[in-house]
């Protein structure tokens, strides 16, 4: 059964202590435009979707794993080589995160900002 969507996803925001550095290291992992950015507020996209950063005074990052802590999202990104991928996310500013539960199938990173996000391998075919 096809259903009708509700909605269309167009934006999604992200709460961080530094937009314009989030926006920057999303821009050049994800190969997006930084379409804008002033102050409190960071925006990439790629003409059809947005990720979005806003600046939060006191902003703590979520702590991984912790199933009881405040993480509010992650990312699955696929990538043909992972160990490849993460040396570039890790050039760019983020840091692999001690905690591993998908063994080689994925690997859990932290950007600049401490929010975690994966680097899944991409599926063949």
């Known amino acids: 059964m096809t259903k009708e969507p509700v909605a269309t996803l167009t934006m999604f925001d992200v709460d961080c202590s530094d937009p ?10 994800l190969g997006w435009e930084v379409t804008y950015s002033e102050g409190d507020y960071s925006m990439i996209g790629n ?9 939060v005074e006191g902003y703590t ?15 699955d990104l696929q990538v043909d080589d992972i160990a490849k991928a ?38 063949a075919g």
Not at 20 to 29: G, K, M, P
Not at 47 to 55: A, N
Not at 61 to 71: N, V
Not at 93 to 109: H, I, K
Request: one cysteine or more; glycine letters at 12%.
């Open 47 to 55: 003409g059809s979707t947005s990720i979005g950063f806003g600046k």
């Open 20 to 29: 314009a550095r989030l926006a920057q290291f999303y821009s050049a992992v």
């Open 86 to 123: 993460a040396n570039e996310c890790e050039a760019l500013g983020a840091r692999t995160a001690g905690f591993q539960p998908g063994g080689d199938r994925w690997r859990v990173m932290l950007d600049p900002n401490g929010h975690p996000f994966c680097l899944c391998r991409k599926a």
């Open 61 to 75: 990052p979520p702590s991984w794993p912790d199933a009881d802590g405040l993480k509010r999202y992650h990312l």
